[in-house]
């Protein structure tokens, strides 16, 4: 028998004025998105934006649905046109940010696990790491330097073979 001791490496950040130029663009960004999220069941609004290796960039938002599992993530909205968009792109950051219409959105939230094994598999499809930036509309930022930092154990295609 043995115990292993799984850790992940997370940058923290006071707020945004501590980002260089690029993060903290990117950061406002997704901030600024979180106004086109379709979130009226759980009025809590998430926004993404990325900044793609060829230098272009894309957004994402929520899209829930009446029908509460067709609804969709931010995260998830925007790999699907990043991919559609640019296929074979790599991601270099994704900023991740959230408004909470029913309280506070003052501190960073992390993707929902579909969304980081999602965010792990695009990563491994263009051999690209993507650099994760989490922050609500102020306060305090983390930025993840690995997607498979947020999944550590990850199912992926070589557990299949
Ligand atoms: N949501 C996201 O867009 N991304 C996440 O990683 C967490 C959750 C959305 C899904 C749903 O529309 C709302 O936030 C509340 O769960």
Do not use: H, W
């Amino acid at each position: 028998m043995k115990k292993e001791l799984v850790q992940i490496n997370i940058i923290e950040y006071d707020s945004i004025d501590e980002l260089n130029e690029d993060d903290a663009s990117l950061l406002k960004e997704a901030r600024k998105v979180t106004q086109y999220a379709y979130a009226p069941y759980s009025n809590f609004k998430v926004g993404a934006f990325a900044k793609l290796v060829n230098g272009k960039t894309v957004s994402g938002t929520n899209q829930e649905n009446a029908s509460f599992p067709a609804g969709i993530c931010a995260e998830r909205t925007l790999l699907s046109a990043a991919a559609s968009l640019f296929p074979g792109i790599g991601i270099e950051t994704i900023a991740i940010s959230y408004n909470n219409l029913n309280g506070e959105s003052n501190k960073p939230v992390s993707p929902c696990g579909i969304c980081r094994q999602s965010l792990f598999e695009f990563q491994q499809r263009t051999k690209n790491k993507i650099r994760i930036l989490l922050s609500g509309m102020e306060g305090k930022v983390q930025l993840i330097e690995n997607a498979q930092d947020l999944l550590p154990l990850v199912f992926c295609a070589d557990d299949m073979k």
